[in-house]
């Protein structure tokens, strides 16, 4: 267990809808990474936050959006959802000044 | 720009057989070099990492790696694989530059059978 949690487990919805995925960080971690593992693209960086603040982008459609509370939690918002979102939502988090992440056991989203 | 190349997408290996995961980059910068292990259904754990130092890494689970700068890889092995190792294996790149955003190789799937 490593300390990262993802809710749901598993979603299933349809074309065109919109989810909401959920992940809480490692105690004491600042940053907050989402990651898309697909099975044509693999494992993707998507995007990252820290304490709040946006810090990176990776390949992530202007569809999704993300977004760190002050609590820490961070949720990953996909809207207009297509067949091809069908994949594994990571979030990790990772402590502060150090470069290993730590990942949540992710969410599978299915898009029917 | 940087890439991770994983040169065998599957490995069969006997139980308490030697088993080495081929991992190459390609980086301008510098490197910080990771190993993740996916058990089936599961997330990511990390096994090991690379930052400077030693270029001989030891990780957890009798895993270990080496990094080698002038062939511009960080092969993973084990002395002695036991079935519960099976599961998909990925390498894993940050560079100086970008930090916090993990470049993953395509994975390995490795399958120990008794």
């Known amino acids: 267990d490593s300390g990262v949690t993802q809710t749901p487990k598993h979603l299933i919805t349809a074309t065109g809808q919109r989810v909401t995925l959920r992940c809480s960080p490692r105690?004491?971690?600042?940053?907050v990474y989402w990651y898309q593992q697909s099975l044509d693209q693999g494992l993707q960086f998507l995007i990252q936050y820290y304490n709040g603040e946006e810090r990176a982008k990776g390949n992530i459609l202007e569809r999704f959006s993300a977004q760190q509370f002050p609590d820490l939690h961070s949720e990953l918002n996909l809207s207009s959802l297509e067949l091809g979102d069908s994949a594994l939502y990571f979030c990790?988090?990772?402590?502060?000044?150090?470069?290993?992440?730590?990942f949540g056991p992710g969410t599978r989203l299915t898009v029917t | 720009a940087q890439s991770v190349t994983q040169l065998d997408s599957q490995v069969p290996v006997f139980e308490e057989a030697p088993v080495e995961l081929r991992c190459n980059y390609s980086s301008s910068v510098s490197v910080y070099l990771f190993w993740y292990v996916q058990y089936p259904n599961q997330g990511l754990q990390l096994l090991l990492k690379?930052?400077?130092?030693?270029?001989l890494v030891k990780g957890i689970n009798g895993f270990e790696a080496e990094f080698n700068k002038s062939q511009t890889s960080f092969h993973l092995r084990k002395p002695s694989v036991h079935i519960s190792d099976t599961a998909e294996y990925f390498c894993a790149a940050m560079t100086t530059d970008s930090w916090g955003k993990l470049q993953f190789g395509a994975g390995t799937q490795v399958v120990v059978t008794p």
């Open positions: 105690s004491g971690d600042l940053s």
């Open positions: 990790a988090s990772s402590p502060r000044g150090r470069s290993e992440q730590y």
């Open positions: 690379y930052l400077s130092g030693s270029t």
